[in-house]
């Protein structure tokens, strides 16, 4: 039985730092993508980072330099560390996975294996 779980949301200024986890059971890690999706109130939904089975990481150019998402085999947690927040950052946020390939491309909602419940991220002054 696989299950995600987003934990770490919550308010924040601008210029501030949160870390989202996810608890991940379920898995082996040989072949899926972990991935971050937001979205904002009012908007779809769109992919924030992903990492692929290999350990390589890519970001939305609007989140690169700033957001990090790593992988804690042994605490089976997927994370995204997120650091000088704007408020264009405002979003719930939803940890996801898509199971079937060691690489991470084609990312869109509609190809993803296993969401989680998400957690509300809020930047403002």
């Known amino acids: 039985q696989v299950q995600l779980v987003e934990s770490g949301g919550g308010s924040v200024q601008p210029g501030g730092s949160l870390r989202l986890a996810c608890a991940v059971s379920?898995?082996?890690?040989?072949?899926?993508?972990m991935m971050w999706f937001r979205q904002p109130p009012g908007k779809e939904r769109g992919v924030v980072a992903a990492?692929?089975?290999?350990?390589?990481?890519e970001y939305a150019d609007v989140v690169k330099g700033r957001f990090t998402i790593s992988l804690d085999k042994a605490k089976n947690s997927l994370y995204l560390q997120m650091n000088s927040l704007k408020l264009e950052d405002t979003a719930m946020y939803y940890c996801?996975?898509?199971?079937?390939?060691?690489?991470?491309?084609?990312?869109?909602?509609?190809?993803?294996?296993?969401w989680g419940q998400g957690t509300q991220v809020t930047v403002s002054s």
């Open positions: 996801a996975a898509r199971r079937g390939s060691s690489y991470c491309y084609d990312l869109d909602p509609a190809d993803v294996s296993d």
């Open positions: 379920g898995y082996g890690y040989d072949r899926v993508c």
């Open positions: 990492l692929d089975s290999f350990g390589d990481s």
